[in-house]
């Protein structure tokens, strides 16, 4: 559909008159007269403008954009949107909203070098990117997430539709997969999330946040999936450098898990509690298994078993020494089925005879065999287990971290400057930025016509661009180009139709 669009200003009256319609609309010639005019208009506010253009929003049904008529009333219009109470206005406060942030183009920085070690590594386990709506139904999230239920944000009714925005990404997943019969899936998933919870900015506790989620869902032989996901954020926490940390792992709720739904007799689930305070590694599974009390017990010995099983492989893959089991481990949410896992950072002590203090939890996950068949209409369940990274809190430590060393961050990752020392050389820089973009080049150039020499070098050295490209009258006539190093401010001469391999040769040398 082609819009024709003419405007009738007091300013410019040869113009003509103005005419708002779609050429396909049939009842409408094209002719002014007979269409929607408007009589002699001035230069409007842009909200004004907003009125009469939101008028081509029209659905095509119609038989003509609704004529306005008077500059008058547009104008009243626009003056609608704008007045409010003097004492509305000295009131209000340029903020954001409680428990969020804007990031600044440093912080950003981080951020995207965060996630991208966390993707890779994700990508690197075979997963496939998936990405969800930001809100769901509200019955989709109802009941899922136990006492924190009450934290979820609740949208008003749009459409006949009761909306909720998602608490986390484990849930939509398992939506997902029951949705569309999904048996078999490795994920992950990069978004946000909102929790109505009091924030704690300093801890990287926000209401919207970040997660970096990565599950396998299928049914397959016990613990192998665990073990990977255990490995993954060993991977991840290791290449984030951010200092040692201990994962640690439970089951949860064990009595309720073991006399209501595997038949432990309570006596036994209570004399389990005599563990709950203990934590160690397989020694201590070990240690279980030789107990007269439990060896006695059919299911406490298969969850036994299944625990020996996963240290065996975490032996194989090389991380058993970061691993602590831990029966008092819990977490709040409903649909954790079996062993869950979280891992914390640990404080380098300031004397030797003190033990590493535990400052924070980065990750965490673990097992949910029945989330899946709470969506399928017939109760079908797909075993699921998965991770996710708390990205905020990672954040918070790398940023006071660089803080703290006096880190300087590149905002751009700019590799070359196209400047000159003489007037009139903007043409010459165009077309020579426009070689090296073309080339695949990250370059910039300044918005000027004739900027001086100086304060282009100066803008490479304050923004880290490691590369200066001069031209100028000399260089134009001998057919070179001067290629200068910011960092040593050495400068040689190059031929133009080499200058693209001579610039990505120093690149790739960097």
Same mark, same amino acid.
């Given at each position: 559909?082609?819009?024709?669009?003419?405007?009738?200003?007091?300013?410019?009256?040869?113009?003509?008159?103005?005419?708002?319609?779609?050429?396909?609309?049939?009842?409408?010639?094209?002719?002014?007269?007979?269409?929607?005019?408007?009589?002699?208009?001035?230069?409007?506010?842009?909200?004004?403008?907003?009125?009469?253009?939101?008028?081509?929003?029209?659905?095509?049904?119609?038989?003509?954009?609704?004529?306005?008529?008077?500059?008058?009333?547009?104008?009243?219009?626009?003056?609608?949107?704008?007045?409010?109470?003097?004492?509305?206005?000295?009131?209000?406060?340029?903020?954001?909203?409680?428990?969020?942030?804007?990031?600044?183009?440093?912080?950003?920085?981080?951020?995207?070098?965060?996630?991208?070690?966390?993707?890779?590594?994700?990508?690197?386990?075979?997963?496939?990117?998936?990405?969800?709506?930001?809100?769901?139904?509200?019955?989709?999230?109802?009941?899922?997430?136990?006492?924190?239920?009450?934290?979820?944000?609740?949208?008003?009714?749009?459409?006949?539709?009761?909306?909720?925005?998602?608490?986390?990404?484990?849930?939509?997943?398992?939506?997902?997969?029951?949705?569309?019969?999904?048996?078999?899936?490795?994920?992950?998933?990069?978004?946000?999330?909102?929790?109505?919870?009091?924030?704690?900015?300093?801890?990287?506790?926000?209401?919207?946040?970040?997660?970096?989620?990565?599950?396998?869902?299928?049914?397959?032989?016990?613990?192998?999936?665990?073990?990977?996901?255990?490995?993954?954020?060993?991977?991840?926490?290791?290449?984030?450098?951010?200092?040692?940390?201990?994962?640690?792992?439970?089951?949860?709720?064990?009595?309720?898990?073991?006399?209501?739904?595997?038949?432990?007799?309570?006596?036994?689930?209570?004399?389990?509690?005599?563990?709950?305070?203990?934590?160690?590694?397989?020694?201590?599974?070990?240690?279980?298994?030789?107990?007269?009390?439990?060896?006695?017990?059919? &299911?406490?010995?298969?969850?036994?078993?299944? %625990? *020996? +099983?996963?240290? =065996?492989?975490?032996?194989?893959?090389?991380? #058993? $020494?970061?691993?602590?089991?831990?029966?008092?481990?819990?977490?709040?949410?409903?649909?954790?089925?079996?062993?869950?896992?979280?891992?914390?950072?640990?404080?380098?002590?300031?004397?030797?005879?003190?033990?590493?203090?535990?400052?924070?939890?980065?990750?965490?996950?673990?097992?949910?065999?029945?989330?899946?068949?709470?969506?399928?209409?017939?109760?079908?369940?797909?075993?699921?287990?998965?991770?996710?990274?708390?990205?905020?809190?990672?954040?918070?430590?790398?940023?006071?971290?660089?803080?703290?060393?006096?880190?300087?961050?590149?905002?751009?990752?700019?590799?070359?400057?196209?400047?000159?020392? &003489?007037?009139?050389?903007?043409?010459?820089? %165009? *077309? +020579?930025?426009? =070689?090296?973009?073309?080339?695949?080049?990250? #370059? $910039?150039?300044?918005?000027?016509?004739?900027?001086?020499?100086?304060?282009?070098?100066?803008?490479?050295?304050?923004?880290?661009?490691?590369?200066?490209?001069?031209?100028?009258?000399?260089?134009?006539?001998?057919?070179?180009?001067?290629?200068?190093?910011?960092?040593?401010?050495?400068?040689?001469?190059?031929?133009?139709?080499?200058?693209?391999?001579?610039?990505?040769?120093?690149?790739?040398?960097?």
């Amino acid at each position: 559909m082609v819009l024709r669009l003419r405007l009738y200003s007091a300013l410019y009256p040869s113009w003509g008159p103005i005419c708002l319609f779609p050429r396909s609309f049939a009842s409408c010639s094209g002719n002014p007269a007979s269409c929607c005019t408007m009589p002699q208009l001035g230069l409007l506010h842009g909200r004004a403008w907003a009125v009469l253009f939101g008028q081509l929003r029209r659905p095509p049904g119609a038989v003509c954009i609704r004529a306005v008529h008077s500059h008058s009333q547009v104008a009243e219009a626009a003056l609608a949107t704008q007045l409010k109470p003097h004492q509305e206005k000295s009131n209000f406060i340029i903020k954001t909203p409680k428990g969020t942030r804007d990031l600044s183009p440093e912080q950003m920085v981080v951020r995207e070098k965060i996630l991208d070690m966390v993707v890779s590594c994700f990508k690197r386990h075979g997963a496939k990117g998936l990405d969800t709506p930001a809100f769901e139904l509200k019955e989709m999230l109802t009941e899922k997430y136990g006492e924190d239920s009450g934290l979820v944000y609740d949208l008003k009714d749009q459409g006949g539709e009761l909306l909720s925005l998602r608490y986390d990404l484990t849930v939509p997943f398992a939506r997902y997969l029951a949705m569309n019969k999904v048996k078999k899936m490795k994920r992950y998933h990069v978004g946000k999330v909102w929790r109505r919870e009091s924030p704690t900015i300093a801890q990287g506790r926000y209401r919207e946040f970040c997660q970096c989620d990565f599950d396998i869902a299928g049914q397959f032989d016990p613990m192998i999936p665990d073990a990977e996901c255990l490995k993954i954020m060993c991977e991840i926490l290791s290449g984030l450098q951010l200092g040692d940390f201990l994962i640690k792992m439970s089951w949860k709720d064990v009595r309720h898990e073991m006399v209501a739904k595997k038949g432990l007799a309570a006596e036994v689930a209570d004399r389990i509690w005599d563990y709950v305070q203990c934590h160690g590694g397989v020694s201590l599974v070990q240690q279980m298994f030789q107990d007269p009390r439990l060896s006695q017990n059919k &299911q406490a010995l298969e969850g036994l078993g299944d %625990l *020996k +099983l996963l240290f =065996e492989y975490l032996t194989l893959f090389g991380i #058993a $020494e970061k691993i602590s089991f831990d029966l008092s481990l819990a977490r709040g949410l409903d649909y954790y089925t079996g062993v869950i896992y979280e891992a914390v950072l640990l404080q380098t002590p300031a004397h030797a005879e003190e033990e590493p203090r535990n400052v924070g939890s980065v990750a965490a996950g673990g097992r949910y065999d029945g989330l899946v068949g709470m969506f399928d209409p017939k109760g079908h369940n797909v075993p699921c287990v998965g991770l996710s990274i708390g990205v905020e809190r990672i954040f918070s430590i790398v940023e006071q971290r660089m803080k703290t060393f006096g880190e300087k961050i590149r905002t751009t990752e700019t590799q070359v400057f196209v400047a000159t020392p &003489q007037k009139n050389f903007l043409q010459e820089r %165009l *077309k +020579l930025i426009a =070689e090296l973009w073309d080339a695949g080049i990250k #370059a $910039e150039l300044m918005y000027k016509n004739n900027p001086k020499l100086l304060t282009q070098l100066h803008y490479c050295e304050n923004t880290g661009i490691p590369l200066v490209v001069i031209i100028g009258e000399q260089e134009l006539k001998e057919g070179v180009i001067k290629l200068r190093s910011v960092a040593n401010r050495e400068e040689v001469a190059i031929t133009r139709e080499n200058l693209v391999a001579e610039i990505q040769k120093r690149l790739s040398e960097s």
